[in-house]
Each structure stands twice: as C-alpha cells, then as structure tokens.
T-cell receptor, first 109, second 115 residues
C-alpha cells in the first residue's frame, strides 16, 4: 500500500516561532488531508489539499503532487497549537485514508 | 452543525470480555468509517460503510471484530473476545458521499483499555 512519512517526528518550539512540517508519500494521491490531534485526542481537519496551496489564518499548506510531498506551515505558534499533526492520503486505487505516524509538536510559553 | 458523536468515551475491560462502541455520523453523511489508533501511531482503517453496505473491511480482524450500520445511519463496532493488543482509541469518521476525494470528519473517539 501507499507509504506516508512525516518529519520531524517531534518538535519543540517557543511561542511565536514558525515551523514547517513535511509529509512524503510513495504514490499518486487524489486525497490528502492534514489533521491536528489535540491533547484530548480529537482529530480536527486542517486542510483538504491534494494539490496546490491553501491558507487558513496562521496555518498554510502546500502540496506538490508531482514530487509527492506536502508541507504544513505554522506561523507565530501558540501553546494551543500543541498536539500531533497527521498527514493522511489515499491512493488513486483506494478510498481508505492512510495516515503517517505524525509530528508531535509542543509549543512552550 | 453537530459533529460525529461517539460513546462511550472511555472503557476498561478485562481480556476475553466483550465490548461495543456506538457512533452517530454527521447528518446526511452516507459514508461511515471506523479506525483504530494505537498509542504513538496514526489511525488505521478497520471498516468503511456506504449507507448500510460494507465497502472495505480488509483490515478488520473478523474472528473477533464485527460492525454493523443498520438503516444507514448509526453504527456499532463490537469486539468479542477482547485481547490485550486491542487497547487503543477507536475513532469513527463520516464523509458526505464516500468518494476518494471526500473530506472525512472524525468523532472524539473511544479509549479502550484491556487489562
């Protein structure tokens, strides 16, 4: 099946700093979503972005489908940004979302 | 708009016991998914329903896990008998039509501990 690799696995930032999270995938995709899992376990949709660039407030994402990667940018980080960020994709042959192992982010005051 | 509802939020059982989880998807969503998330990993799909029919259950351990979605709305996931390795968070998600480009919305999950 399709492989999803996320980096870095862990990240510690001071409040106000910027960061970039990366997701590499091994095959063509027709669905790519970024999620934030908060400390209570709730998975929250951030972006549906199989290609192109989107922005929502302090967050933005870019997917370069031809090169099989996606980037999630967090600017001016806040403590509430802490949690695990997951990238999930499905291949052109399936419907199931395949998740990476996530990037665990801790933003300190 | 109400989100995906799940209950219970937490469950502790002993191995070899049975347990059931309930999910109510977003109103109007035809597709419902059950995922298993083991600590430190991303969610893994167990089963996908389109209305009340099964689309994909290839990763469901059918010797102990079962799921149903009667009337194409609510769904229950059952484990019988539970094993220690079933300790995980069970997440329910729904999407509007279930196509490969659909956005999936997740519920809060049920955290299962098997002792």
């Amino acid at each position: 099946g399709i492989q999803v690799e996320q980096s870095p696995p862990d990240l510690i930032l001071q409040e106000g700093a910027n960061s970039t999270l990366r997701c590499n995938f091994s095959d063509s995709v027709n669905n790519l979503q970024w999620f934030h899992q908060n400390p209570w376990g709730q998975l929250i949709n951030l972006f549906y972005i199989p290609s192109g660039t989107k922005q929502n407030g302090r967050l933005s994402a870019t997917t370069v489908a031809t090169e099989r990667y996606s980037l999630l940018y967090i600017s001016s980080s806040q403590t509430t940004d802490s949690g695990v960020y997951f990238c999930a994709v499905n291949s052109n042959s399936g419907y199931a979302l395949n998740f990476g192992k996530g990037t665990s982010l801790l933003v300190t005051p | 708009e109400a989100g995906v509802a799940q209950s219970p939020r937490y469950k502790i059982i002993e191995k070899r016991q049975s347990v059931a989880f309930w999910c109510n998807p977003i109103s109007g969503h035809a597709t419902l998914y059950w995922y298993q998330q083991i600590l430190g990993q991303g969610p893994k799909l167990l089963i996908q329903f389109q209305n009340n029919g099964v689309v994909d259950d290839s990763q469901l351990p059918k010797d102990r896990f079962s799921a149903e979605r009667l009337k194409g709305v609510d769904s229950t996931l059952k484990i019988q008998p539970a094993k220690l390795e079933d300790s995980a968070v069970y997440l329910c998600a729904s999407s509007l039509v279930g196509g490969p480009t659909d956005t999936q919305y997740f519920g809060p999950g049920t955290r299962l501990t098997v002792l």
